[in-house]
């Protein structure tokens, strides 16, 4: 069996390591935003044939001086094309670099996305996250309701996955504010898309190593509570570690051969799961076992 619980701060040092350069790169230069919050325009374009690759359209834009782009296919002849703000001369040279290329060019609509819409978005990505971590903490504190009678009570247990869950957060963000300084990527609606899934997927599995507590609490007779959490920690880790390999491996392919339109999205939920995986275990856990020695030391 391995002791997990007791090797806490060793663990708890690892996670620092990885999460204060990305704090700090967080403060520093924050988030990299791409024109889903900073706004921009969107071209839309028709072919004959098969559309341009997105490596001959980022081309195409850098000769009219647009360098930061987002293509995505629409149907079997359309391209949509959202850009950093262009002015109408930009604009003429992009289509005239694509019309070079391919003479079947035919710009269907052109319309700009102005920064209210950013900032929309913006305050709903941190509204929705905040009420699913609220969401969360209510949740579990019900869903453990039974074992406010032992030894931590169940609103315990909620705080202590909702600590989890902003470890994994900050792990996906503070990598990306380092990725975005020193890689040039970006973070878009899906970005948001992704923490939301991360949070889920997290809790979902912090849920079932709480689950197992509780069921070995009601049968730990003359166990501590250090005891009951690392053999708990123990039975679980296999079944939560294999079910994250698992989802790593499809998110591994997706990555390699998905195309740009989703690769950051990808990597977001790669960093995400491994986290998750990793906090559940070797953090929220661990964490309930610090908050009983707390309080058993200062009992009156």
């Known amino acids: 069996m391995y002791a997990i619980v007791q090797k806490r701060n060793y663990l708890f040092a690892f996670s620092l390591a990885i999460l204060i350069p990305g704090i700090i790169g967080l403060a520093i230069w924050g988030l990299r935003l791409g024109i889903d919050f900073t706004g921009g325009s969107l071209v839309r374009f028709s072919f004959a044939g098969t559309p341009p690759t ?3 359209v980022r081309t195409a834009a850098d000769l009219a001086g647009i360098h930061n782009l987002t293509v995505q296919t629409v149907g079997e002849h359309d391209l949509s094309v959202r850009t950093e703000p262009m002015s109408n001369d930009q604009r003429e040279k992009f289509v005239n670099a694509l019309t070079t290329i391919d003479k079947t060019t035919v710009q269907q609509s052109f319309e700009s996305i102005g920064p209210t819409i950013g900032s929309e978005l913006k305050r709903k990505a941190i509204t929705a996250t ?17 074992v406010s009678a032992g030894p931590v009570p169940s609103w315990v247990f909620g705080v202590c996955a909702i600590v989890a869950l902003v470890h994994d957060l900050f792990m996906v963000v503070g990598l990306f504010a380092l990725f975005g300084h020193f890689f040039g990527i970006e973070i878009d609606s899906l970005f948001v898309t992704a923490l939301l899934t991360v949070l889920g997927f997290s809790v979902h599995d912090t849920i079932v190593v709480y689950d197992r507590i509780r069921e070995r609490l009601s049968s730990a007779a003359g166990k501590t509570f250090e005891t009951v959490v690392n053999e708990s920690l123990n039975q679980t880790m296999i079944r939560s570690v294999n079910t994250s390999l698992t989802a790593i491996l499809i998110l591994s392919s997706l990555f390699i051969f998905g195309g740009d339109t989703i690769r950051n999205f990808v990597l977001a939920l790669l960093i995400g799961i491994a986290s998750g995986t990793y906090s559940s275990i070797f953090i929220a856990s661990p964490l309930l076992v610090i908050w009983y020695n707390w309080k058993m030391r200062n009992r009156v």
């Open 54 to 56: 997105t490596e001959v």
């Open 130 to 146: 905040l009420i699913v971590l609220i969401v969360i903490v209510l949740y579990v504190t019900w869903a453990f309701r039974r």
